[in-house]
């Protein structure tokens, strides 16, 4: 069975400065996706960015950055100028390969951003 | 606004009754997964359907819960003579299935309260 780990309940950082969020995972497959979404206090759950296994290159979406390990197992999320709105909690998830069942997203436990002035 | 729909988004209930949450999928996505967070902890998988089909169901309750996905309205998660542990955020997300393509996309979630 895969597992999602996040090894950091909470994290700090101070408004335009950069933080990086952990995660690692544990499967057999070699043909995966890894997300981190976001859910701010609304509880509404917002895709970040997502990084297919079968890929080299780190996916980036603007201020949002992976470092993406894949002998590792590795998945973190950087953070760059960080903003008052990047306040949430912040799940890392794993799914297999659309192969029919296997769809279904695995979550870690979370991890709380608080951004200070 | 196309984006996943689901209804009631509070919901409250005494032991021994039952649930309906809603669920309407985004425009042009077949595919429906259930997810339920309990308080402080993460996501859940619960069921994944495609119409008329229920894909995968390792993660319900063997008993109380059941899912559907009908050729017509929305899906549909039901618990019957609910729990106070039944208490938590039920999060439905939406794909398109298409190989390559298959990021899900989430409602804004029902929270359900047991008293």
């Known amino acids: 069975a895969q597992t999602v780990t996040q090894s950091q309940p909470e994290m700090s950082v101070q408004e335009a400065e950069t933080v990086t969020l952990s995660c690692t995972y544990d499967?057999?497959?070699?043909?995966?996706?890894l997300f981190w979404y976001k859910q701010p206090p609304s509880r509404q759950m917002i895709l970040v960015i997502r990084q297919e296994a079968y890929k080299q290159q780190n996916a980036t979406e603007n201020r949002f950055s992976v470092n993406f390990q894949k002998a590792a197992k590795s998945f973190s999320l950087k953070i760059s100028d960080s903003q008052l709105g990047d306040a949430a909690m912040y799940f890392c998830?794993?799914?297999?390969?659309?192969?029919?069942?296997?769809?279904?997203?695995?979550f870690g436990t979370g991890t709380r951003l608080q951004v200070t002035l | 606004n196309a984006g996943v729909m689901q209804n009631p988004r509070h919901l409250v209930r005494r032991r021994g009754q039952e649930a309906r949450l809603r669920c309407s999928p985004m425009k042009g996505h077949s595919h429906v997964y259930w997810y339920r967070q309990l308080p402080e902890e993460g996501l859940k998988f619960m069921v994944y359907?495609?119409?008329?089909?229920?894909?995968?169901e390792s993660g319900m309750p063997k008993e109380r819960f059941s899912a559907e996905f009908p050729k017509e309205g929305p899906s549909i998660l039901r618990i019957q003579q609910v729990v106070r542990g039944d208490s938590a955020a039920y999060f439905c997300?939406?794909?398109?299935?298409?190989?390559?393509?298959?990021?899900?996309?989430f409602g804004p979630g029902t929270r359900l309260t047991v008293l």
């Open positions: 359907l495609q119409k008329e089909n229920i894909i995968d």
């Open positions: 997300a939406s794909s398109s299935g298409l190989a390559g393509a298959d990021t899900q996309y």
């Open positions: 499967t057999s497959e070699s043909d995966y996706y």
């Open positions: 998830a794993y799914r297999r390969r659309n192969t029919g069942t296997a769809s279904k997203l695995t």
